[in-house]
């Protein structure tokens, strides 16, 4: 079992023959965002997602991004993954459990999440588009089962409605940011893991 992290900081560096990331997340942080992935779309997800979520953020990332984005994108969800589960420790006294619908313009989504050490990605977002500008919209899904693997989290993505692809793709990364806020909150009731088995 992890050892218990009161800071909730990590730092991940991960360099491959096709990415080369240095990362840091704070989950005590008050929404402050460096960015910089080499591909200008993600900087605006993850800038959202730190914003909305209270956390400090911090990526520096170059990547094959002449081949495509995937290689870039789907590492950072790794990273992600890693800082998040690192951050959290043995996930002692915090809520685990987070749920936030988010509405944008003539979108909802809806994003329920566990900390359960138990990862599953259900996405059930079709986008209309394939792309926003020149990012390929199905490497959001690529993004968050990365980062659902790595992070040890059970996620599930609903879109109920929506026609823009790019709020659609917004309000995802704002709800993941809401729920992943409430889910890591501390519960001041709970003396341990939240858990009948005493650990996840």
Same mark, same amino acid.
Request: aromatic share 6%; charged share 20%.
């Given at each position: 079992?992890?050892? $218990?992290? %009161? #800071?909730?900081?990590? +730092?991940?560096?991960?360099?491959?023959?096709?990415?080369?990331?240095?990362? +840091?997340? @704070?989950?005590?942080?008050?929404?402050?965002?460096?960015?910089? $992935?080499?591909? %200008?779309?993600? @900087?605006?997800?993850?800038?959202?997602?730190?914003?909305?979520?209270?956390?400090?953020?911090? =990526?520096? /990332? $170059?990547?094959?991004?002449?081949? @495509? @984005?995937?290689? $870039? =994108?789907?590492?950072?969800?790794?990273?992600? *993954? #890693? /800082?998040?589960?690192?951050?959290?420790?043995?996930?002692?006294?915090?809520?685990?459990?987070?749920?936030?619908?988010?509405?944008?313009?003539? +979108?909802?989504?809806?994003?329920?999440?566990?900390?359960?050490?138990? %990862?599953?990605?259900?996405?059930?977002?079709?986008?209309?588009? #394939?792309?926003?500008?020149?990012?390929?919209? /199905?490497? /959001? #899904?690529?993004?968050?089962?990365?980062?659902?693997?790595?992070?040890?989290?059970?996620?599930?993505?609903?879109?109920?409605?929506?026609?823009?692809?790019?709020?659609?793709?917004?309000?995802?990364?704002?709800?993941?940011?809401?729920?992943?806020?409430?889910?890591?909150?501390?519960?001041?009731?709970? +003396?341990?893991?939240?858990?009948?088995? *005493?650990?996840?």
């Amino acid at each position: 079992m992890a050892a $218990t992290n %009161p #800071q909730k900081q990590s +730092t991940i560096n991960r360099k491959t023959r096709e990415t080369n990331i240095s990362l +840091t997340l @704070d989950l005590n942080g008050t929404g402050k965002a460096e960015i910089s $992935t080499g591909v %200008p779309f993600m @900087d605006h997800m993850l800038t959202l997602f730190t914003v909305h979520g209270f956390f400090d953020l911090t =990526v520096k /990332a $170059t990547g094959d991004t002449e081949v @495509d @984005d995937h290689h $870039t =994108v789907e590492d950072l969800g790794i990273c992600m *993954g #890693q /800082a998040l589960k690192e951050a959290l420790g043995d996930a002692s006294a915090i809520r685990r459990y987070g749920h936030f619908s988010l509405p944008m313009d003539e +979108t909802l989504v809806r994003v329920s999440l566990d900390l359960s050490n138990r %990862p599953y990605l259900h996405y059930g977002a079709t986008i209309p588009d #394939q792309k926003v500008g020149s990012f390929d919209t /199905a490497l /959001a #899904q690529e993004f968050l089962r990365a980062f659902s693997l790595h992070g040890g989290i059970t996620l599930h993505v609903e879109l109920a409605h929506g026609d823009n692809s790019h709020h659609i793709l917004e309000a995802i990364f704002k709800g993941l940011a809401k729920a992943l806020d409430q889910a890591c909150t501390a519960e001041p009731r709970a +003396t341990g893991v939240l858990s009948s088995k *005493g650990m996840l």
